[in-house]
């Protein structure tokens, strides 16, 4: 299950953790084998991913969350990593960052598989996947939406190279 707009809603503004809490509890009982807590409009913090993996684990005890960011505001990767050090059983993201939000204006992109897998990776956790293997498909990609994709590492490349 996803809980989409976790963080902040484009129409009703903050989303306070108790109504996520809330709505975890419903989850809950329909025994999913994950729960999604989705930042759908880029507008969450660390600070924010912390608030609510206290509140998913008190609202929902074992069930392995994942997490979907949006870069809108820059803050992606750096809630990705705090998932990660909550405990977080998988990220989602796009190849070449590409995605966004049909609903939510202004929404940007997912954060990029293969700039992720580099922040994983330079922070000693092994991924199992190569970045480079998704970098070598960023020009099809590109090509196929008919403009650049909003990731970093195809244009700054590895390091150390």
Same mark, same amino acid.
Do not use: K
């Given at each position: 299950?996803?809980i989409?707009?976790a963080?902040?809603? *484009?129409?009703?503004?903050?989303?306070?953790?108790? !109504?996520?809490?809330a709505?975890?509890?419903?989850?809950?009982?329909a025994?999913p084998?994950?729960?999604a807590?989705?930042?759908?409009?880029?507008?969450? =913090? *660390?600070?924010?991913?912390?608030a609510?993996?206290?509140v998913? %684990?008190d609202a929902?005890?074992?069930i *392995?969350l994942r997490?979907?960011f949006?870069?809108?505001r820059?803050t992606?990767?750096?809630?990705?990593?705090?998932a990660?050090?909550r405990? %977080? %059983?998988?990220l989602? %993201?796009?190849a070449?960052g590409?995605g966004?939000?049909?609903?939510?204006?202004a929404?940007?992109?997912n954060?990029a598989t293969?700039?992720l897998l580099?922040?994983?990776h !330079?922070?000693g956790i092994?991924?199992g996947?190569?970045?480079e293997? =998704?970098?070598r =498909?960023?020009?099809?990609?590109?090509?196929?939406?008919?403009?650049?994709? *909003?990731?970093?590492?195809?244009?700054?490349?590895?390091?150390?190279g």
């Open positions: 299950m996803t989409a707009a963080f902040g809603c *484009p129409f009703e503004g903050e989303v306070a953790p108790e !109504r996520v809490a709505v975890l509890r419903q989850c809950v009982q025994q084998d994950e729960v807590l989705a930042d759908t409009i880029g507008v969450g =913090v *660390p600070a924010g991913v912390r609510l993996a206290d998913a %684990a929902a005890p074992g *392995p997490w979907h949006h870069n809108t820059n992606g990767y750096a809630n990705a990593i705090t990660v050090e405990g %977080a %059983a998988a989602d %993201a796009s070449g590409i966004g939000c049909p609903f939510a204006p929404a940007t992109g954060i293969e700039d580099y922040l994983l !330079r922070s092994d991924t996947i190569d970045p293997l =998704v970098i =498909v960023l020009p099809e990609l590109a090509d196929e939406i008919g403009h650049a994709v *909003p990731g970093q590492l195809s244009r700054a490349g590895m390091f150390p």
